[in-house]
């Protein structure tokens, strides 16, 4: 086994992801409680116990839940997250739980591990290196995962895609990138204009079209690098109300070398595990969900 990646919810209402390598599991953002996040790893052959780090890609609610400070302290589960954001993680627990004297707030901060541009290594043999990104007013981070020869790119929540981008997810065996909306839909919708405006001006997410020409790029200049294709494409945090899946199969099946490896994210259901493509199965994993 060497780099593994389970999404056990992509979307507004909760992200969470599951990531698991030879010395340890961790997730990439806690949108979803502890309970739900328990009750979606079932058939996964993982149990919440066995999670050790938390990576964050930033601090909206849907990435990050309070729900989580006491399990975190209760299981010495540090907690992930860019210098900026640590500082304000900290905050913010002190704030939510300020009528709860007996929260274990401050044993929780000790938990929380600020990063910079410099990669961290979250758990025995993975190395992280952050990839900034726009996202409103104090940004996202992106992940380059590398453990054992395995590479994975993980980025969600960015209001465009930067150069760097395309340059830092080469030679990868996984990539997973958000692909948020279609633009006649999010126009046609009955959103405040000043929501769209939030969503489509840069610093808010990425639509289906610029997700598909950063899929493309990656690819090409894998090629020209002779360098491996991805064993998979991950299309994350899905727009319910202004996405459908049959428009992106649509537009992604325009590219052959993209439709064959794609797996479309959901809300309320996990992915089956996607590995290298020398990866087997963990025992006790239950394989389902086909897409």
Not at 123 to 140: E, Q
Not at 175 to 188: F, I, K, R
Not at 259 to 266: H, I, N, V
Request: aromatic residues 6%; hydrophobic residues 40%; charged residues 25%.
């Amino acid at each position: 086994m060497s780099l593994e990646l389970c999404i056990l919810a992509s979307g507004s209402s909760g992200n969470s992801t599951l990531v698991r390598a030879p010395g340890g599991v961790m997730l990439i953002d806690a949108g979803l409680g502890p309970r739900v996040t328990q009750q979606r790893m079932k058939g996964t052959g993982v149990k919440l116990e066995e999670v050790s780090a938390i990576c964050l890609t930033h601090l909206d609610s849907d990435h990050f839940r309070f729900s989580w400070l006491r399990v975190a302290v209760q299981r010495q589960i540090r907690v992930y997250c860019s210098n900026q954001h640590a500082e304000e993680l900290r905050t913010r627990a002190q704030n939510v739980f300020a009528d709860e004297p007996e929260a274990p707030v401050e044993r929780f901060c000790e938990l929380v591990m600020g990063f910079g541009r410099k990669a961290f290594e979250p758990m025995p043999g993975v190395a992280i290196r952050p990839v900034a990104f726009d996202h409103d007013a104090t940004g996202s981070q992106g992940f380059l995962i590398e453990c054992q020869g395995s590479r994975l790119g993980y980025a969600t929540d960015l209001g465009r895609v930067p150069e760097h981008l395309i340059e830092r997810f080469e030679d990868l065996d996984i990539l997973a990138l958000e692909s948020n909306y279609d633009p006649g839909m999010q126009l046609a919708s009955a959103r405040p204009w000043f929501l769209k405006q939030r969503i489509m001006g840069g610093a808010g997410h990425l639509s289906n079209e610029q997700a598909f020409e950063a899929i493309r790029k990656i690819l090409i200049r894998a090629e020209e690098q002779r360098r491996r294709l991805p064993n998979h494409i991950v299309l994350l945090h899905r727009s319910r109300q202004c996405n459908c899946p049959d428009v992106m199969r649509k537009l992604f099946a325009q590219d052959s070398r993209i439709a064959q490896r794609l797996t479309l994210a959901e809300q309320y259901q996990r992915s089956e595990w996607l590995r290298p493509a020398q990866g087997k199965a963990h025992i006790g994993e239950q394989l389902t969900l086909a897409f």
